[in-house]
């Protein structure tokens, strides 16, 4: 995991300075393009948004738009102190979670959005 956070583990996923509103939105066509009936997008944030391709306002337009997709649901948490950004950006976030509390957290959440 740590490599993958750094953008080094070989053939990795992440590309450190190229996340979120961009990613968000690519994350989210692939999610619409699965055929599924509930689709639950999960941003986990460890810090503001930053990126080469993305400002703060990016990001809030994808969610903001994402929020009137009827077939998405997104939710966030934020781990570690210094997250309470989560709450501005995302309509269903927990922000500040302790990493020992993230999977009741998100349990939280996600039996939150789909009630």
Known sequence: MPLEVAGRRPGGNNTPGFNDGPCLREAAEQ?????ADDRILI???????????STAQDLRNVVRLLAREPRLR?????????????RDF??????SVPLDRFAATLAEL???VLE
């Open 90 to 95: 995302y309509p269903h976030a927990r922000a």
């Open 110 to 112: 996600l039996r939150a």
């Open 43 to 53: 941003v986990v944030s460890a810090g503001m948004p930053a990126g080469r391709r």
């Open 74 to 86: 997104l939710i966030s948490v934020g781990i570690g102190p210094d997250t309470d950004h989560v």
């Open 31 to 35: 999610l619409l393009s699965a055929p």
